[in-house]
T-cell receptor, first 112, second 114 residues
């Protein structure tokens, strides 16, 4: 069946450091891929998405590229801020509608 | 975007009882889903709430334990029946309008079973 594997956290970084959170997936066909973020005390929000191979999703300085050859969708940001501290979830959907399969989540803590 | 209201936002319940969680959307939506987020874990899809018919459950979830209603295109309920401490989780409603559009999530209901 379909699945998403994310790097384990927590990830602890200093402000302005480079961030990579790895995400790989297993799926039949060509799923859409997503990164969701859950800030402390808030609901789940879509951060970015990509719907086909080689697409790059980007938002708020975060980027992720849909790599079909490596079945990956790694999240990157060049310079993190304290306000980026949150839990990040990689997810996929193969149904067109957002019936999502989530990774385990990666907690990011950014210190001044 | 959508405004999704979930009620209650949190509750503490006795084991053996049932709790019904409501999800209200401010506009008609095509799809509504219910997820569970157990403590420290990721989200797992419980079921798809189908308007006017029985919900479609994912593997490991059954109607007797998690009955779901969806009487119209803006409202759904999830009941957690005969609760045990293992049911302590955050339950989230998610909505979707059309294929390849963004899914929106409610704020969640934090359930603690004692």
């Amino acid at each position: 069946g379909n699945s998403v594997t994310q790097m384990e956290g927590p990830v602890t970084l200093s402000e302005e450091a480079f961030l990579t959170i790895n995400c790989t997936y297993t799926a039949t066909g060509y799923p859409s891929l997503f990164w969701y973020v859950q800030y402390p005390g808030e609901g789940l929000q879509l951060l970015l998405k990509a719907t086909k191979a080689d697409d790059k999703g980007s938002n708020k300085g975060f980027e992720a590229t849909y790599r079909k050859e490596t079945t990956s969708f790694h999240l990157e940001k060049g310079s993190v801020q304290v306000s980026d501290s949150a839990v990040y979830f990689c997810a996929l959907s193969d149904s067109g509608y957002n019936k999502l399969i989530f990774g385990a989540g990666t907690r990011l803590a950014v210190h001044p | 975007s959508a405004v999704i209201s979930q009620k209650p936002s949190r509750d503490i319940c006795q084991r053996g009882t049932s709790l019904t969680i409501q999800c209200q959307v401010d506009s008609q939506v095509t799809m509504m889903f219910w997820y569970r987020q157990q403590p420290g874990q990721s989200l797992t899809l419980i079921a798809t709430a189908n308007q006017g018919s029985e919900a479609t459950y994912e593997s490991g979830f059954v109607i007797d334990k998690f009955p779901i209603s969806r009487p119209n295109l803006t409202f759904s309920t999830l009941t957690v029946s005969n609760m045990s401490p293992e049911d302590s989780s955050i339950y989230l409603c998610s909505v979707d309008w059309a294929k390849d559009t963004e899914a929106f999530f409610g704020q969640g209901t934090r359930l603690t079973v004692v």
